[in-house]
């Protein structure tokens, strides 16, 4: 299974339900159908983290990898705490995210934003036909984009976007 990137939008909304529901410990604890995670995007994320556990229990399976990893931008990590009372709204605290930042799951990848995302960056357009009219992709969304791209043509994208769902080579990756 391949790995999924979460825009900022979403990754708030995944942190608020990882930390509430306590899906770090594994287990039964599943994310769900609330704010931007969508029933879809919540069961692709589930899928991995089921991966994940039934390797850790001694299941027969090859590696906790074969379903894929989630990854976020070190950028929506950014986003996120730049909008902080507008995104979190104190559904999760600050030593939370110092915490996950610090030492995320096994499960969870914080991707760089360097001069290696420069060519996939320079890969997606700047505007798309939307509603009949053309709209510009804001380059903070692009990164999220180029991420996705950076990690190989399986990897799908979490996001609620409707520029991003409009990119050509992005619409069939695209979990909404």
Avoid at 61 to 85: D, H, K, M, Q
Wanted: net charge negative; proline share 5%; aromatic share 10%.
């Amino acid at each position: 299974m391949p790995d999924i990137v979460l825009d900022t939008n979403t990754i708030a909304d995944f942190l608020s339900q990882y930390f509430k529901h306590q899906v770090a410990g594994g287990g039964s604890a599943k994310l769900r159908d609330e704010g931007m995670l969508t029933r879809t995007l919540a069961a692709h994320v589930n899928r991995i983290l089921d991966t994940f556990h039934r390797y850790q229990i001694g299941e027969d399976i090859e590696s906790p990898y074969s379903g894929g990893i989630v990854v976020a931008s070190t950028f929506a990590f950014v986003e996120l705490c730049r909008n902080w009372e507008r995104m979190v709204r104190a559904r999760f605290s600050l030593v939370q995210l110092q915490a996950f930042l610090q030492q995320p799951p096994e499960w969870f990848d914080i991707a760089p934003v360097d001069e290696t995302l420069l060519p996939f960056y320079a890969n997606i357009p700047t505007h798309v036909w939307l509603k009949g009219e053309m709209k510009a992709i804001e380059w903070c969304d692009a990164i999220h984009a180029a991420t996705a791209d950076s990690r190989g043509r399986d990897c799908f994208l979490g996001t609620t976007d409707q520029r991003l769902q409009a990119v050509p080579h992005l619409r069939d990756r695209i979990v909404i």
